[in-house]
């Protein structure tokens, strides 16, 4: 057994219980004691004075591989950037610019104390093999678009099903099937056609697999949509069946009075990504009426090219201040709040809260030890809530693990060398610009 002795620990258990001089055993991956006393039959102590722990954090919504993308073109609007640049340099991707891309995306997150995530993108698969060599936790989706792609429903289906079965044969191979698990991913009410949507809707009935999407993202989505189907993003998936507990919903920027009792009835999970929506000028997601109304709301960073960070403290600062500021509430979205979206809200979203999202006996040991003496912010010591989500950047961020095995130690990576990625990440920026004929 190892076991932690921090001078915090942040539990975000069900009672929320902030827990002071406590030692954290951890033995096959699992946190198997939690208590004052010091376990019996300790082979390691690992003493963290000054060290607050919290629990690894997950970013409900990206597409880690676009690293390789990022900064290609900022200051443009969601649907020119998406068309003009970014599907373009897309379609030149091959299977190991993804990789690479996924990797050294990977490595920024763990760098913020990101432990698992939800993904969405194409050769999805390599962004599997990313996952099992990085030794973080991911639900992945292959983004299903038949209208962007020309292809048939059926057609596109089956991609996302040769995707779950190539996943699940790597899962076993690697024996990673607790690190590695399927979602499908519509991409989005203009990226789907009706009959693809239907095609998820009822595979999800059958199967139980989740289903993650964009929806409500910009006013030009809801007025594509509302052209094309008479109805708003939302109600046009609630009208097909698609709207269930299953699903996981970025953005959900742009809802209507209405829509408001519909996602919270049909249990739908809201991924924020405040940072992305801002620098889109998408807008501003109604999340405080959400959480009033008792919608799960996880937090998210989006793809690195729409951010332009896969940062969680930066993530949960914006979340925190930018909804006080644009209600002029002080009160709204507290930091304890943030702290829940970025954990175990997002373990719930992600239909992994049996697992992840909290420091408790029986769940798995993906810890972040945060050294409150790294600078001069995590001293005077008065709310560990208010400290992480106001005061500290991820800087802070000194060892952080995943199922028991320590990914970064000491700010070090302990199983990916940051030099090679930054070389193969440039060498494939390189090469894509040649081949667009871009200097
Ligand atoms: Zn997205």
Request: hydrophobic residues 40%; charged residues 25%; aromatic residues 8%.
């Amino acid at each position: 057994m190892i076991v932690l002795h921090p001078s915090i620990i942040v539990t975000m258990d069900s009672e929320r219980r902030i827990l002071r001089d406590h030692f954290i055993g951890i033995e096959n991956g699992e946190i198997r004691y939690i208590g004052k006393e010091k376990p019996a039959e300790t082979e390691e102590i690992v003493e963290l004075p000054h060290r607050m722990i919290v629990p690894g954090f997950i970013d409900a919504h990206t597409h880690v591989a676009m690293t390789i993308l990022r900064g290609l073109k900022d200051d443009a609007d969601l649907m020119e950037w998406l068309q003009k640049y970014i599907l373009p340099m897309e379609m030149r991707l091959k299977p190991n610019d993804v990789y690479y891309g996924a990797l050294y995306g990977i490595t920024e997150m763990i760098r913020s104390g990101i432990t698992a995530f939800l993904d969405m993108y194409y050769h999805e698969i390599e962004i599997a093999k990313a996952v099992a060599d990085a030794g973080v936790r991911a639900v992945l989706s292959y983004g299903s678009a038949d209208v962007f792609f020309n292809r048939s429903p059926e057609e596109e289906f089956k991609i996302a099903e040769n995707f779950r079965m190539e996943l699940e044969k790597l899962a076993r191979e690697r024996d990673a099937e607790d690190r590695l698990f399927f979602a499908y991913g519509p991409h989005s009410p203009y990226g789907c056609t009706k009959e693809l949507l239907e095609i998820f809707r009822d595979e999800s009935r059958k199967t139980g697999y989740r289903i993650h999407i964009h929806l409500a993202e910009t006013q030009s989505e809801v007025k594509q949509i509302r052209e094309k189907t008479g109805y708003t993003p939302i109600e046009y998936l609630n009208s097909i069946g698609l709207l269930s507990d299953k699903v996981m919903a970025a953005h959900v920027v742009w809802v209507e009075d209405k829509e408001f009792g519909i996602l919270r009835e049909r249990g739908v999970h809201v991924l924020h990504n405040p940072i992305s929506n801002l620098k889109l000028a998408s807008g501003i997601a109604p999340i405080p009426r959400m959480l009033g109304e008792g919608i799960n709301v996880a937090l998210a960073t989006d793809g690195p090219a729409s951010n332009n960070r896969l940062d969680m403290f930066r993530e949960m600062h914006v979340a925190a201040i930018i909804h006080k500021g644009y209600n002029r509430d002080p009160k709204i979205v507290p930091a304890k709040t943030v702290v829940e979206m970025a954990t175990i809200n997002a373990a719930k979203a992600l239909g992994l809260n049996n697992i992840i999202g909290s420091i408790e006996v029986g769940k798995k040991a993906d810890l972040v030890v945060i050294n409150l003496k790294k600078g001069p912010h995590g001293t005077p010591l008065h709310d560990p809530y208010s400290m992480i989500v106001y005061a500290l950047d991820q800087s802070y961020v000194e060892s952080v693990m995943v199922n028991g095995e320590w990914l970064y130690r000491n700010g070090e990576y302990v199983k990916v060398n940051l030099e090679e990625l930054r070389e193969k990440v440039q060498g494939i920026r390189e090469r894509l610009m040649r081949e667009a004929g871009i200097s």
